[in-house]
Antibody, heavy 113, light 107 residues
Framework: QVQLVESGGGVVQPGGSLRLSCAAS????????MHWVRQAPGKGLEWVSYIRKDGSTIYYADSVKGRFTISRDNSKNTVYLQMNSLRAEDTAVYFC??????WGQGTLVTVSS | EIVLTQSPGTLSLSPGERATLSCRAS???????LAWCQQKPGQGPRLLIY???TRATGIPDRFSGSGSGTDFTLTISRLEPEDFAVYYCHQYANSPFTFGQGTKLEI
């Protein structure tokens, strides 16, 4: 069955960096686009970034543009989110998702001094 | 940016009843690239419907999606106890991709 497993979350100081990973299994990873979506504590879902199946097209939300970088390695069935210059407002659970396959369980990122 | 407005904000029903959740877009969602997901407390979202009306693998047929253009609906024909959760619509037609604010389905 479809599995998406995020990792790499943790506590980081403002201005710091983290790299999230999402390992996919149960479907042909290289044929689908992938998203990162986040959810701040007690809030709704916020789309963060998208990468096309072959990496040729990438989009970002304005709130993370210039600070976050999405990438993927289809040989490892993994999508990444490099997060730099982190701010308190980036504190959230980060999910990876495929629109047509499913969602992961998320990894918590806390930005705090 | 396409703004999605879900209604109602909270829906109070009983098991066995029919639920109708609405998602209205500020502009037409091309190719009906609209999905619905369900989220329970402390869990990741669960994909229910994509392309407005295609049920995801393993989703019971009591869940159905319909609509096109700017008006979309998620219908749960007969509520089961495990269906009480928060439901989000989201569009993936145009960046920035966006989510509705959610509808809480409560007993």
């Amino acid at each position: 069955q479809v599995q998406l497993v995020e990792s790499g979350g943790g506590v980081v100081q403002p201005g710091g960096s983290l790299r999230l990973s999402c390992a996919a299994s149960g479907f042909t990873f290289g044929t689908v686009g992938m998203h990162w979506v986040r959810q701040a504590p007690g809030k709704g879902l916020e789309w963060v970034s998208y990468i096309r199946k072959d990496g040729s097209t990438i989009y970002y939300a304005d709130s993370v543009k210039g600070r976050f970088t999405i990438s993927r390695d289809n040989s490892k069935n993994t999508v990444y989110l490099q997060m730099n210059s982190l701010r308190a407002e980036d504190t959230a659970v980060y999910f990876c998702a495929s629109i047509t396959r499913g969602w992961g369980q998320g990894t918590l990122v806390t930005v705090s001094s | 940016e396409i703004v999605l407005t879900q209604s109602p904000g909270t829906l109070s029903l009983s098991p066995g009843e029919r639920a109708t959740l609405s998602c209205r877009a500020s502009q037409s969602v091309s190719s009906n690239y609209l999905a619905w997901c369900q989220q329970k407390p402390g869990q990741g979202p669960r994909l229910l419907i994509y392309d407005a009306s295609t049920r995801a693998t393993g989703i019971p047929d009591r869940f159905s999606g319909s609509g096109s253009g700017t008006d979309f609906t998620l219908t749960i024909s007969r509520l089961e106890p495990e269906d009480f959760a928060v439901y989000y619509c989201h569009q993936y037609a145009n960046s920035p991709f966006t989510f509705g604010q959610g509808t809480k389905l409560e007993i």
